[in-house]
């Protein structure tokens, strides 16, 4: 299917979002849409899909005027759209997930609808259980049960917004497989990304955008440098790694293990040190997560000691590891992180120690004003917190952490961002660490973990490796280890980390 937008505007207050866009994508074609968080992508391809309206302007598919209203509407005219977190309902069943959206009655033959869903899985080689709970499948398998209800309910349009953050290498393999299929089939698939090297493979198209205009545009071979200008307009360096200056123990963990549907782990052990960085890679599903959460006392440990600054806190709560100088930032910023309805003002207030029974606005809408300035958030104080970008999301969750800190947790902390809004979390990070605070973190982007880490710990099917210097350690090296290769070289017998 042909798509077209023409002169497309869209404004939030006084934000021009999507200032006068042209844009026309012909069918059978992978099309890139390259920007920093904040240009005003996913708004573009929200009106696209019906989750909201633009201001003026027209859609157009296969050549004809359409008016989308919502999301039913998009799909009736056969445009989908795969968010960044899959809309689905993680405690129920893959079936009945698969089902959402359809037209008829309330009593769907489920037998026909089960080798509907059987048939097109097979065809793309996706291996999903109808009959399994969507909360036990990964990011990757639920991007696929996604693909599949949107394909089952008739889109001709795909369109995925940073579908590649969070899931693995062969995770992404197997979509961008998939994507291939579906556009020699003649669909035309929107790929919304940050990430040049996966719009370089992938796409035969990109289109730029900057501060809500469309920039530029470009064909294969693609000229990195000069993608890189029209999204920021400027050349953008990660810089040189750097190296921890390691103080006292801040954590230990000692003879720890842990349980999961998926796996067991024991006699893990393990020191962290003021001021250092350490980083979890693993395919998700691994271990990591749990991990991480014990680490903050979110899941206890069922066996072994978890000590923070010399005291003992195993089988503590969170509340005990928070007074003691944890904080934990989960990767589902607006489901666990942030909530939504409330202000950036109402955010940093509640973030406050309780002083007195009312609440001071006036200072409150002074303490937003002065974050908002201290970490960049392109927002007010009266801003709705579901009303920023990921980016800026990001960026008001370490402007909620205390200080000082001993330990910082974080979930994919860039999951979803731009190069320079990378580079800025990483310096508010590093921050930390100077003021002495040691931190450990999860992420997809093997080479994130590997600029950023001072150690990595690789999470496999349970087994936890040793902590790898992350200066001696290479990209291909870390993804043999998630892969499940190399791993006897490692001395792994007893699944032991030692300092």
């Not at 979002?17 to 069918?27: E, M, T």
């Not at 920039?215 to 029209?230: I, N, S, W, Y």
């Not at 200080?403 to 990378?422: M, Q």
Request: proline content about 4%; glycine content about 10%.
């Amino acid at each position: 299917m042909n798509v077209e937008l023409r002169n497309i505007h869209k404004h939030f207050g006084k934000v021009h979002a999507n200032n006068d866009i042209h844009l026309n994508i012909p069918a059978g074609t992978i099309q890139g849409i390259l920007g920093e968080n904040g240009a005003g992508k996913s708004t573009l391809m929200k009106i696209l899909s019906g989750f909201i309206q633009a201001d003026s302007g027209e859609i157009l598919l296969d050549n004809q005027p359409v008016i989308i209203h919502s999301p039913a509407d998009a799909i009736h005219h056969g445009v989908g759209m795969l968010h960044q977190d899959p809309l689905d309902f993680p405690p129920m069943r893959v079936l009945d997930n698969f089902l959402l959206g359809r037209a008829g009655g309330l009593f769907p033959d489920r037998k026909t609808v089960a080798r509907d869903f059987t048939r097109l899985a097979a065809q793309f080689d996706f291996s999903l259980d109808p009959d399994s709970y969507v909360d036990s499948l990964t990011v990757g398998e639920r991007q696929q049960l996604e693909i599949l209800r949107l394909l089952w309910l008739g889109a001709r349009v795909l369109i995925l917004d940073e579908p590649t953050t969070g899931i693995s290498a062969s995770q992404k393999e197997k979509l961008f497989e998939t994507l291939r299929k579906l556009a020699g089939q003649g669909m035309s698939i929107i790929f919304v990304s940050h990430k040049l090297e996966d719009v370089e493979s992938l796409c035969g198209a990109v289109a730029v955008l900057q501060a809500g205009k469309l920039v530029g545009e470009a064909r294969p071979p693609f000229p990195t440098k000069k993608l890189v200008e029209m999204m920021f307009g400027r050349e953008i360096s990660l810089g040189a790694r750097q190296a921890a200056s390691s103080g006292r123990s801040v954590l230990e963990l000692r003879g720890v293990a842990l349980e999961d549907i998926r796996f067991q782990m024991s006699g893990i052990d393990l020191d962290v040190r003021a001021g250092e960085v350490i980083g979890l890679a693993g395919m998700e599903g691994s271990g990591q997560g749990a991990f991480i959460r014990a680490c903050a006392g979110l899941t206890r440990p069922v066996g072994g000691r978890v000590v923070l600054n010399g005291r003992d806190l195993t089988g503590k709560s969170y509340h005990v590891f928070k007074h003691g100088g944890v904080s934990f930032l989960p990767a589902s910023r607006l489901e666990e992180g942030l909530v939504p309805g409330l202000s950036l003002t109402e955010h940093f207030v509640l973030a406050e120690e309780t002083r007195g029974i009312f609440i001071d606005r006036t200072a409150g809408h002074k303490l937003a004003e002065g974050r908002i300035k201290a970490f960049n958030i392109r927002g007010t104080p009266a801003s709705p917190v579901e009303s920023l970008s990921g980016g800026n999301q990001q960026r008001a969750l370490l402007a909620l952490l205390k200080s000082p800190l001993s330990l910082v947790l974080l979930e994919h902390p860039t999951r979803g961002l731009d190069i320079e809004s990378v580079i800025y979390i990483w310096s508010k990070l590093k921050e930390r660490c100077k003021q002495g605070a040691a931190i450990v973190f999860i992420s997809s982007d093997l080479e994130e973990v590997l600029q950023y880490s001072d150690r990595v710990l690789v999470f496999f099917s349970g087994k936890v490796s040793k902590p790898l210097e992350a200066s001696k350690t290479t990209v291909e090296q870390l993804g043999n280890l998630i892969g499940g290769k190399d791993w006897e070289s490692l001395d792994l017998e007893k699944a032991h980390v030692k300092k």
